[in-house]
């Protein structure tokens, strides 16, 4: 089954602690992305990467950190996380659109909601 | 911001009646797409329209996509309680620094009440 799977599904931290989110898509998918969700503000995205070893910033990167050294994986890090990183996280991966015209329909994660005290 | 827009923010009808929602984007795009979320839960692809395409249908989907208005509306018809969501759309402009990023709207929040 086609999927995104992200680990873990919620997570309590405290203010300093660094934690990763993984995120691994078994579509073989080039284009992977970390969004983060709040209330009133829909879906930013804060790091994507179009290929393994390549990745760039979104809208909002401060304070992450990802890695792409597989193409399956691209895990979101925290290095020291602080209560406005509060929210709810989405990986997604797509085919990269490049030439060909491909169609860049996104699979989500089903999300990690992280609280930060 | 590239970000799609959607309006309204907020929807609520019966079983039974139509939902529409727009999406309004700023910029050229290759393709505009719709995903849905449940409460909590990762977005879910609904339909993809491209930029050369006007509507599109898929069950009880019709997407329209107008590019001189930089708009886009999303039809379900026959609405049932389990199409309670927000609804999202996303474009895609396929170009330059952008290549590959997709800009999703704040949503839609959609209730149908039995």
């Known amino acids: 089954e086609a999927q995104v799977t992200q680990n873990p599904r919620y997570l309590i931290t405290v203010t300093g602690k660094k934690l990763t989110v993984t995120c691994s898509q078994n579509?073989?998918?080039?284009?992977m992305s970390w969004y983060r969700q709040d209330p009133g503000l829909g879906l930013r995205q804060i790091y994507y990467s179009m290929n393994v070893e390549v990745t760039d910033k979104g809208d909002v990167p401060e304070g992450y950190k990802v890695s792409r050294k597989e193409k399956r994986n691209f895990p979101l890090i925290l290095e020291s996380p602080s209560p406005n990183q509060t929210s709810l996280y989405f990986c997604a991966s797509s085919l990269f659109p490049g030439t060909g015209g491909l169609d860049t329909e996104a699979f989500f994660g089903q999300g990690t909601r992280l609280t930060v005290v | 911001s590239q970000q799609g827009e959607e309006d309204p923010q907020a929807l609520s009808i019966q079983e039974g009646e139509n939902a529409t929602m727009n999406c309004s984007y700023k910029?050229?795009?290759?393709?505009l797409q719709w995903y849905r979320q449940n409460s909590g839960r990762g977005l879910v692809h609904l339909i993809l329209?491209?930029?050369?395409?006007r509507e599109k249908h898929s069950g009880r989907l019709r997407v329209t996509l107008d590019t001189s208005k930089k708009s886009s509306s999303l039809l379900i018809t026959a609405s049932r309680a389990a199409d309670t969501a927000s609804y999202f759309c996303?474009?895609?402009?396929?170009?330059?620094?952008?290549?590959?990023?997709?800009?999703f709207g704040r949503g839609t929040q959609l209730t149908v009440w039995p």
């Open positions: 329209i491209r930029s050369n395409e």
């Open positions: 579509m073989n998918h080039e284009y």
């Open positions: 996303a474009t895609d402009t396929a170009r330059g620094s952008t290549l590959g990023r997709l800009y």
């Open positions: 910029t050229s795009i290759n393709n």
